[in-house]
């Protein structure tokens, strides 16, 4: 049997900074930020639950070969934080985002690895013909994560939705339909 892995509280603290980030620079469309937290080979897919109105609607908005997974399914993982950016940066374009993490579980698997789950909720909205319309997600992200001389980065990102709601379309508010909604 082998010795536990300590436990360090900085290291977990400081994974915990990394997946801030990530919320962070995908909210505010930093996509080189986004791209700064993960290992350049870094894996990454998205499993969807059954709302056919949400995932229509997500569908449309992943144009230009980007593919959101049906109901059950696991999207095929993608392989490179640029392929990721890349897709997430298209999808994203025109809309507003507000991610949360919480509630992770992280453990040091060696002094350069790790795991961690964590729990998730977002809200992504777009504008069409003067319209709000959206959708409202939870879940899970699994990661697996290793320490370079740079620190910590993400290696492996699975997104899980457990819920996937879409937002009734709704009219603008006059002062919303005149503002930009693509920052």
Request: hydrophobic residues 35%.
């Amino acid at each position: 049997m082998s010795d536990p892995v300590d436990q360090d509280p900085r290291e977990l603290e400081a994974i915990r900074q990394l997946k801030a980030r990530y919320f962070r620079s995908v909210d505010t469309k930093d996509w080189a930020g986004v791209r700064s937290v993960f290992v350049a080979e870094a894996v990454i897919s998205v499993e969807c639950p059954s709302d056919p109105d949400a995932l229509l609607r997500l569908r449309e908005r992943y144009r230009d070969g980007a593919r959101v997974p049906g109901p059950g399914e696991e999207a095929a993982a993608l392989t490179g934080t640029d392929a990721w950016v890349s897709t997430i940066s298209r999808a994203l374009a025109e809309v507003r985002t507000v991610h949360h993490g919480h509630m992770p579980e992280i453990e040091l698997t060696s002094g350069t690895t790790a795991t961690g789950i964590w729990a998730m909720d977002d809200r992504v909205e777009w504008s069409s013909s003067g319209r709000r319309e959206g959708a409202c997600g939870s879940g899970h992200y699994f990661e697996d994560y290793v320490k370079g001389d740079d620190g910590w980065r993400i290696s492996t990102m699975r997104l899980v939705y457990r819920t996937l709601e879409a937002l009734p379309p709704e009219p603008l508010p006059p002062v919303a339909a005149a503002v930009e909604w693509g920052g």
